[in-house]
């Protein structure tokens, strides 16, 4: 006995399972009686934008009409005693509506509704609703993603654009942050990257954020649900509507994966099946129910909830036992008209409890048509795979159950199809000529033929100028506007043909070169342009069309045609970037696309100087004067270079100061920086920068003050040679004009003139800074010498002033910038005999060459 309810157990597996397929394609009549059924409710996590009316939907079915109510946070919602809320008639959805009072976020809360009959309730899945906050996101409608465990993954941010960019950073719904790692981070761009996706990322309630600084407030996207598979459940056999004959054998299964394994939960008409009376035919196994025979009366919605820790599945389906002989459904005595060779179906929707079995025929002979050329349906439909002339026939459907049968008749005819056998053909022709399109067609003769012309893929309007024959369309005085794709189109009402052409007509086949755009002023630009020459016009009446938009805005192109080459924009905002492009035009119509170029309009003087000025001293003469670079958007235009000017306040070595005549250099390009140079040594300096682009120079940065270092002395400013006898020459000079630091000392050099280049210098020990006059004991009476005499700072020895030892008079002097005193004819060959004897003194006197150093040499005079 056991065996054999085994095998029935099988056996009946297999049938039932087949049963239930059957039964999911079918649609009960609706003036059948039946239990409810949701058919559109609003998703489990719904957000709301405030700015709308809510409406949270809950449409339903069944026989007789199910009466609608809902729950609010798990308690009975009154609808009636609400004035926002209202419900709308035969239906469950509810509108709340704050276009006078109320807020939307009073009503956030968990909704779920239910629908109710003589034959039992079936339940919405629960829909949590919340209202947008702050700033809004645009309107989107969030998909979850559902991604394999180890899979890349990126969420998007995509946050409303602010100025400055918003911060970015993500959450939940527990206002906690979203770990990130080397796994998951986010990116420069708001959106969150997983390199690889593990169950425990598997949430509803990834929520980007923006806080906008200046606004201080904080925006929300809708939160993203990530599902991972393998771990939320998700259905392997949902549960199906279930009709079923008095006294059959049925089932509803209710299979769902995920991991950890779902639990099942079964419940009726919205109640756990525990607490409902059951029939003792109906069995429980634990993801399916068993009706071994069902009886009359026992209609009802079964609930199935499978659920773990990631979340949950519910849906619905109702068991009606219903004692129904077998009805056609479709409409009677259809004509069905098709193209041979294409595949068509032929319509017997049928209904009946026991399910009927549906067999079909042609053309009253006795044999079921199946397989093959043939495909039923479940829903009774029969589909032919490719229609042949042959197949053209009357066709019968007939559902039979053990109530009775029914049938209905379909009559098939195969048609010709629609060709164009005679294409239109790609044709150019000159302004002001004709143009003609061939369509030739054949058709099935008992199908009303339609030919229609299309332009660019538009119906086309018929003016006078155009000429619509059963084979053809002309088109006469042809214009640049005739210019495009023209379709023609042969349609009956089974089918269709096309076939395009293009239509050229003749026109400049270059556009203008070296298009350029530049501002004239602040608020204007003129573009500019090589025209066309003679050879390259192509028609009568050349001109130009030219078009310009803001390149960061990219609105609609500001388009004027001229017949100049050059036209001026204005008004413009000052050094605002446009596209530009220029285009021919004559009579035959329109050049190619012209290339789009960037140009300019006006610029404005720079608006800031330059700060953060500092210098660092190079050498006695000049600096290296730095500055920080000017914001780009206080420049108003190309940034040439910078303007330094810079004057002298005094030497360091007097107290009181005067400023010099103010000097100007440029330093051109963008680097921040430049070297003064030409400095007096040991001299205050002030200087200032300035920005400057096309427009001009901008506003001078603050003062910024900096003193030169000493340098080496220039001669000293005069210097007379005394004889007042035969025994001694005394030397007397005076300071440098120009000391360029502390003077710390003299220096002299002598030699006798004898006429040789190799000639014995000697030295006279340093001499103090204060000491300006030197007597010289004379060896010989009659020898007449050279003096060299260099002041002296910190950094060396200035250049030697020269004079030689008089001849017959007792006293010559030499000032420098001045005519000698006397003999100033000497100097001249003075200085150029000094300067070859320098190199002799460096070789042959060493202590010479260490005391003076190259600066001594250095500074005296080149032959």
Known sequence: MLLRERIFLHT???????????????????????PPTITKQSPKDYIVDPRDNVVIYCEGKGNPTPAFSWTRNGKFFNVAKDPRVSMRSRSGTLTMDFRYSGRAEDYEGEYQCSARNDHGTALSHKIVLRVSKAPLWRKEILEPFVVQEGAPLILPCQPPAGLPPPVIFWMDSLMESIPQDKRVSQGLNGDLYFSNVVRGDARFDYICNARFLFTHTIQQKNPITIRVMTTSPYWLNEPQNLVLAPGEYGRLMCQAYGNPKPDIQWLVNGEPIEKVRQSPSLEIHGDTIIFREAQIGSSAVYQCNASNEHGYLLANAFVSILDVQPRILSRRNQIVKVIENNR??????????????????????????????????????????????????????????????????????????????????????????????????????????TVTWLKDDRILSLPWRMKKDDDSLTIINVSERDEGIYTCVASTELDSDSAKARLTVLAPEINPADVRGAGISRSSMEIKWT??????????????????????????????????????????????????????????????????????????????????????????????????????????GYLIGYRIQYWNEGSLLKASRFRSRVKVMESPGQRPRAIVSGMHPYNAYKLQ?????????????????????????????????????????????????????????????????????????????????????????????????????????????????????????????????EHACTHTHWVLAIMQELAAICPVLKDKFGEIKEEFGAEACRNLPAE
């Not at 056998?421 to 150019?428: G, V």
């Not at 400057?692 to 270092?709: K, L």
């Open 344 to 449: 068509t179906k032929l319509e017997c929707r049928y209904f009946g409890s026991p399910i009927p079995t549906l067999r079909w025929f042609k053309d009253g002979q006795g044999n079921n048509l199946y397989g093959g050329n043939y495909i039923i349906k479940d829903n009774g439909t029969l589909e032919l795979r490719r229609t042949r002339k042959a197949d053209e026939g009357t066709y019968t459907c007939i559902a039979t159950n053990t109530l009775g049968k029914a049938e209905n008749r379909v009559r098939l005819e195969v048609k010709d199809p629609t060709r164009i056998i005679r294409a239109p053909e790609s044709t150019t022709v000159k302004r002001s000529l004709a143009a003609k399109f061939e369509c030739k067609v054949r058709h099935d003769p008992t199908l009303r033929l």
């Open 12 to 34: 009946g597996l297999v049938c039932i399972l087949s049963l239930c397929h059957r039964i999911a394609s079918i649609e009960v009549p609706l003036d059948l009686a039946q």
């Open 531 to 636: 025209p066309l020459n003679g050879t390259q016009i192509s028609g009568p009446n050349l001109k130009y069309i030219v078009s310009w938009r803001q390149r960061d805005v990219r609105g609609e192109w500001s388009t004027v045609t001229v017949t100049r080459p050059s036209y001026v924009v204005s008004p413009t905002p000052f050094f605002t970037s446009y596209e530009i492009k220029v285009q021919a035009i004559n009579d035959f119509g329109a050049g190619p696309e012209p290339r789009i170029i960037i140009g300019y309009s006006g610029e404005d003087y720079p608006i800031a100087a330059p700060t953060s000025i500092s210098g660092r001293i190079v050498n006695s003469t000049a600096i290296l004067l730095q500055w920080r670079s000017l914001p780009p958007d206080t420049i108003q």
């Open 689 to 817: 920068v300035a920005a400057v682009n096309g427009r001009g120079r901008g506003p001078w940065s603050e003062e910024f003050a900096i003193n030169t270092t000493e340098g080496v002395p220039g001669k000293p400013g005069s210097l007379w040679i005394r004889q007042p006898d035969l025994e001694s020459i005394t030397l007397q000079w005076t300071p440098p004009r120009d000391p360029n630091g502390i003077i710390t000392g003299y220096a002299i050099l002598y030699h006798p003139l004898t006429g040789s280049r190799a000639r014995r210098n000697s030295t006279i020990p340093r001499l103090g800074h204060d000491v300006t006059t030197y007597k010289l004991e004379r060896v010989d009476a009659n020898t007449r010498y050279r003096f060299y005499v260099f002041a002296q700072t910190r950094q060396g020895l200035g250049e030697a002033i020269v004079l030689d030892s008089p001849d017959f008079e007792n006293e010559v002097c030499v000032r420098v910038n």
